[in-house]
């Protein structure tokens, strides 16, 4: 990533580069120079950020904007050598013919051109492989793409013996004479050039077709022994060039694949004598070389060891990075190491035996830390050179750390392999997996003794190590502790680098360890022990944002913490962590999302509130939701372009349309139906929309509403055609259900969300009209549910008004129908029973109301169902105020007891707490029956017949809720308590007292807890 950020840095001096003067066909522009540079560094990504960039610069010269296609082509192939994913090499490999080709068609006669041909044989012989390495996938069919690649090799082959011959001729067609005019003679250089590397080219097409053959066959070894032949001649005619000499050199690699070993390292010293001249060539030959030299019938490993290490030691960091330098490397240990097997008894080694190790080890270590072709049999070598688990082995700094890190690539190893054997699925062997996670385990251990060894080691040392190195073992230590999941000595560790030592190079790594590892902390501890986690993430974060004020790393830790902060439900505290990513932050997107979210369930909650808050703040959560969503959307659009949106970002599409459907639908049906919408993707079932099973459902909702609000009927009725395709299984009518029910919820919410009454009635109505349309046009059970919860939530939402009764009464008519109709199942009779009951004690049909719910109850397998029994003492409790009459408090309180069935069919609200005081999963329910019991209490004694029991009657509410104080002073936390305040108070008034409420509790209760510590003193 730092190179990444390296390349990007350069970039506005490269492109400045480019205004210079155009120069020749063969000399390197600063812009050519730069590419080379990436390119060979691997940096193919940041090279293509380089392009896109230059593509951008109105004042980059025509001549150079004319090439860019060329060499965004050429880079696309240079990266691909580096992709292990043979699908997506495929993809990089089309879009490089496409650039190829726009280059051709747009400057056919550019001085390129030519070389662009050669490159479009490239890219057919880039195929070819990619099919050779398909070919290697178990179960693949070895012969067919064989042949494919077989085709695209003589294809290539036929490309560059045409260009050759084409390059050739021009180049002669330049007479010595036409060579004094400079510009001619350099045009004959290019023309010769490209001459070689179209014959070298055409003989490695050969090579490649080689193979296409079975290793060891007929076929095989004539080919290769065609190659060596056309490598042959090549050198013959250019041996001075490097071009030349790189034929010589490949002409060795056909021998030495065909088995002539002698032949292939006569050649290759040959080769390496003349490559003193062609520094770039002498790893590729001193790699063929080494490995020559590895074969058991060779076995020079003195020699080859010896050759290595003086080309390492004199290798630049570039070349030793290079896949060729990797190999040298590699080989060089190899050699060393069996060197060392063969010979560590012999008298030369007494005394070397140690040194020697650490070089193989440190050789080992330089290539397992690198992707590559030899990154894997590097990390099995250095295996090979673990050391016992004894600290007495180790002692000093160097050795420790070398230890340390030898297991940690044990443990990186072992995490692969348990990677590669769970991707075998049910063919998975369960043993081996214990068996790989042991040793996984046992090298994270060992690895932590040997770094934490090192921390002790450090300071004795006569010359200190680097505190960058110390600071390395901290973080390695820090993360292993991490994977451990032992979050705290993690934490410890990274804060004290990321704390004390800003500057290093490990400081920001560190910073973000401390900050996930008391995350882990954090959701790995109950809910009442958070507090802790939760005030480090916060110091960390702001060290984090003093130390990197500008950096993502901070803006991340704020985002967190203000998710942990939506999770605990503190708004306030989410808004100020959230708030402190800066506005220009790839962050910002995701904040604004996060508050959107938790500010439009606030607004969600707050409706339902009893009292409700002011209508103003109300408003403004609702605006501040939408300004939140609106940015977070517009942001995560655009920075996902014609990509595909995740699921969180659809989850908040739908927040907003919910937002927007109440008084501007036609905008929220935008949102929902737009390409690559929630509705556009639940339509197509794509993936994404699938990753929670309710997401379809809500969308299809929150569609359902739109429709309605802007009365498109046809379009409402399929929406919930699809809804009701969504319920599946045995339990599909309770789905169905529960669908409706929630839908009638949110259209609840969207009227009571309105305040003005013009245009509550307006929103009312609209929905009204869309029911009987619907009605009017089905009878079926389904339509009947859902437009009897709509009707019920409807009323619901005008409260008591005559509306609110009006619209309740409808839904009532509607459930008698369901409750006649033909398709309703026995086991749904219950809760339509119960809604019919509901809806006639919201219309003030006491009666009918409680004659329901005593058929329902006097059965004996209905009477333990809660709902109904509360829904029996609210009727009861709501008669009573409707009609001033204490038997129906009495009732709503104490329940009834049928003489004839010999059992209480209502149990009333004083049962119904008896029941639940130690249910702890429905205490909002036990609040609402003591609630209940002191207000019935309150309005029984304020009845005209109970003037003679009154302060009876109060004194017994005030003390139904002294009793629950005793065993709960908190009265059931911020939800409970201020209702039970406001009730008190009312009691208070009612017996002429000052309306203290329940303080006069808590008072009472501190001072019996002072005077009972006082006694136990005494």
Known sequence: MRLRFLAVAVLATAVAATSAASKSARGKEPVEAFLDALRTRQMHEEAEMYLDALATNPNLPSDLKERLPFEQGKTLVAKVTTMTDVDSAMKELDRATAKYNEFLNASPNHPLAGTTKLELGVVLRARGDQYLRNAKRPGADKASLRQKARELFKQAEGIFDKAGAEFEAAWKAITPEAQNDKAKALLRDQYRTDTLTAWIQSAESTHDLAQTHEPGSKEHKETLQAAANKFHTIYEKARRRMGGVLAGMKEGRCYQEMGELKRALGIFDEMLAMADDFRELKPTILRYTLEAWSDPAQAKHEEAAKRGTEWLDVANAVEADSPDGLAVRYYTAWHQHLWFERDKAKPEFKNQVDPFKRQIVAHLRFVADRVGEFQRPAKELLAKYRPNYDPNQVNTFADAREFGKTNLDIYQQKAVEIELEQAKGANADPKVLSTLEKERLDAMEAAIKFYSLALVKAPAEEEPPPMDEVNTIRYLLAFLYYQLERPYESAVIAEFVAEHYPQSPQAKDCANIAMAAYSQGYYDSRAD??????????????????????????????????????????????????????????????????????????????????????????????????????????????????????????????????????????????????????????????????????????????????????????????????????????????????????????????????????????????????????????????????????????????????????????????????????????????????????????????????????????????????????????????????????????????????????????????????????????????????????????????????????????????????????????????????????????????????????????????????????????
């Open 529 to 1018: 022990e958070r507090q802790f986690d939760t005030e480090q993430m916060g110091r960390v974060a702001t060290l984090i944002t003093k130390n990197w004020p500008n950096d993502e790393l901070s803006h991340t830790a704020w985002l967190t913490l203000g998710q942990i902060a939506i999770d605990e439900d503190n708004l306030e505290k989410a808004k100020e962590c959230l708030d402190k990513i800066p506005a220009d932050s790839k962050q910002r997107g995701d904040a604004d999302l996060k508050a959107g979210h938790a500010i439009w369930k606030r607004y969600l909650t707050s409706l339902r509130q009893d009292p409700p808050p002011d209508a103003a703040l109300q408003d403004a959560l609702r605006k501040e939701a939408e300004s939140k969503l609106r940015a977070g959307v517009t942001s995560k659009r655009k920075e996902l372009g014609q990509g595909e949106p995740t699921l969180a970002l659809l989850a908040r599409e739908l927040d907003l349309a919910a937002i927007l459907v109440k008084d501007r639908a036609p905008e929220a049906l935008q949102i929902l139906s737009a390409p690559n919408g929630c509705l556009d993707l639940v339509k197509k079932n794509h993936p994404v929309t699938q990753e929670n099973p309710l997401f379809p459902r809500e969308t299809y909702k929150a569609a359902l509403l739109a429709y309605v609000a802007v009365q498109n009927i046809e379009q409402a009725e399929s929406m919930m055609q699809e809804l009701e395709k969504l319920a599946q299984g045995p339990d599909a009518d309770k789905q169905l259900v529960q669908m409706y029910i929630q839908l009638g919820r949110d259209l609840e919410d969207q009227v009571r969300g309105e305040k003005d009454p013009a245009k509550k009635e307006v929103l009312t109505k609209g929905f009204e009209v869309f029911l009987k349309q619907i009605m009017a046009k089905s009878d079926t059970l389904n339509t009947l549910a859902w437009v009897g919860e709509v009707f019920f939530s409807l009323g619901s939402s005008q409260g008591g008004t005559s509306r609110g009764k009006q619209l309740m009464g409808q839904a009532a008519a509607t459930y008698e129908r369901i409750l006649k109709h033909k398709d309703l199942k026995p086991e749904n009779q219950l809760f339509y029973n119960l809604r019919l009951a509901t809806a006639r004690r919201q219309t003030g049909e006491f009666k009918a109301a409680a004659e329901i719910l005593y058929a329902i109850l006097s059965l004996e397998k209905h009477n333990k169902v809660l709902d109904a029994q509360r829904e029996a003492a609210t009727t009861y409790q709501e008669w009573g105020d409707a009609e001033k009459n204490p038997f129906y408090y009495q009732t709503a309180i104490a329940g009834y007891h049928d003489k004839n069935l010999k059992r209480k069919v209502l149990w009333g609200w004083a049962e119904i707490s008896v029941r639940l005081q130690r249910d702890k999963d429905r205490r909002d329910v036990f609040h609402e029956a003591r609630i209940n019991i002191a207000d019935c209490r309150l309005k029984w004694a304020l009845c005209p017949q109970s003037a003679t029991g009154k302060a009876d009657l109060l004194k017994k509410a005030a003390n139904d809720i002294a009793v629950v104080h005793r065993f709960d002073n908190a009265l059931g936390g911020a939800t409970w308590r201020p209702k039970y305040d406001r009730l008190m108070q009312d009691i208070q008034r009612a017996a002429g007292q000052p309306p203290a409420g329940v303080r006069v509790l808590d008072e009472e209760a501190a001072r019996k807890k002072a005077a009972a510590a006082s006694t136990a003193n005494k």
